[in-house]
């Protein structure tokens, strides 16, 4: 990724950062981070020693899509702080592949709107069922989710051959992910041999939680699939669906379906066998419409803040928030590294103090159950210590 090599004595003096129209403050604690505001955008570089020398790169939590941004920005500094650069591999060309499919869930939180009915499938692997169904029904919206890099590219791929553009692709937790889709407007969610995660039950996709919101999303009729190999999941699955009061679901055992996956082909060499769990929706539910709108409403002491901040983690029910570093500007100002939301998929952010004033830094929190809960216990603990 971009970086630049500096000679550490030519970083040695202050930068005049008032004077800058690209780069607006430098924050000093375990390494010093460099804030860019550049064709609209905010973001950090972050500047450590190296061998005696000093590298600057873009900070991975705020790191812009734009990586011509960041390289931007990078010739920008070497040039701002007349050094002498040692290194920079700022021409190399990305080896990044573009997934033209892909959606950030910001996306999804923001903007995504469709007439259509979507049906989902979580973990889509090869992508061998999820095209299948997108050719099968040109008319409905596929959402596939899936975390393994791989995977997302070689279903782009065909995708892309195969002239489809009926599916959207999102890398996020799928534990996660329907509380951004609204009520009643999915028809069918696939999970196909999901990891059975035996010594890491937490871990499983199914739980009381996401067959709620399973539920609620599910158009009425609408089903929800479950299919594996794994008669501990099977069966961990079913008790579940026993936990519910008002459920319909039908269980069939060895059943081939119009197409297969990689993995049940050597299930079925192997004589292993495989068991589908389908729940049908017979509710309406009502639309859900969080709403927070992630502002520090007051000012707190910065210098107070900075003398007493300690690591530290605040767990709750249902969310976290670990408050790691802090980064001094000057007495008024500095930024803190705080992880905050769901055990599942907490955020990585930085909260931004300027003349005492709070905001979070680059972007908000996603808006979900978790991040609102941790926001809202994230004001009392500023309130407290600040």
């Known amino acids: 990724m971009p970086h630049i090599l500096i000679q550490e004595q030519e970083l040695n003096r ?3 950062f008032k004077n800058s129209d690209v780069f607006t403050f430098k924050a000093k604690g375990e390494i010093d981070l460099i804030g860019v505001s550049l064709e609209g955008e905010e973001f950090l570089l972050a500047q450590r020693e190296k061998n005696g020398n000093t590298l600057i790169k873009y900070d991975k939590i705020t790191r812009s899509s734009n990586l011509n941004l960041l390289k931007e920005a990078l010739q920008k500094f070497a040039k701002f702080s007349n050094a002498n650069v040692i290194r920079s591999n700022i021409a190399q060309k990305s080896s990044e592949k573009i997934v033209k ?7 999804f939180e923001r903007e995504f709107q469709t007439d259509k009915e979507i049906w ?3 973990g889509f692997g090869t992508g061998r069922h999820i095209l299948h169904q997108a050719k099968k029904n040109p008319d409905i ?3 596939g989710i899936e975390i393994y890099k791989p995977s997302i590219e070689t279903l782009s791929k065909h995708i892309k051959l195969n002239e489809i553009d009926n599916i959207l692709i999102v890398d996020y937790d799928a534990r996660l992910f329907l509380e951004f889709i609204q009520s009643n407007s999915v028809g069918k969610i696939f999970v196909h041999f999901p990891v059975p995660w035996d010594k890491k039950p937490h871990r499983r996709i199914y739980s009381i939680d996401f067959l709620n919101e399973a539920i609620r999303v599910l158009k009425k009729d609408g089903n929800l699939e479950l299919r594996t190999d794994s008669q501990k999941y099977f069966d961990y699955c079913l008790e579940l669906f026993f936990k519910f009061n008002k459920i319909d679901f039908q269980i069939k055992k060895n059943i081939d379906l119009e197409i297969s996956s990689k993995y049940e082909d050597r299930w079925k060499r192997q004589n292993k066998n495989i068991y589908d769990l389908t ?6 539910s009502e639309n859900i419409e969080l709403k927070e709108d992630f502002e520090f409403d007051f000012e707190i002491d910065f210098e107070k803040l900075h003398n007493s901040f300690e690591n530290s983690s605040l767990k709750f029910e249902d969310f ?8 001094k500007i000057d007495d008024k100002s500095g930024l803190i590294r705080v992880t905050l939301g769901s055990f599942n998929r907490p955020e990585c952010k930085y909260i931004y103090i300027e003349d005492n004033k709070i905001r979070y830094f680059r972007s908000k929190p996603v808006l979900s159950k978790a991040n609102i809960s941790a926001h809202q216990n994230l004001k009392e603990w500023f309130r407290k210590h600040g």
């Open 14 to 16: 202050d930068l005049d």
């Open 320 to 327: 976290i928030i670990h408050l790691e570093k802090i980064y």
């Open 120 to 122: 989902i499938e979580i």
């Open 279 to 284: 729940l049908t929706n017979f509710e309406i």
């Open 141 to 143: 919206l596929f959402i």
């Open 101 to 107: 499919e892909l959606r950030d869930i910001k996306f």
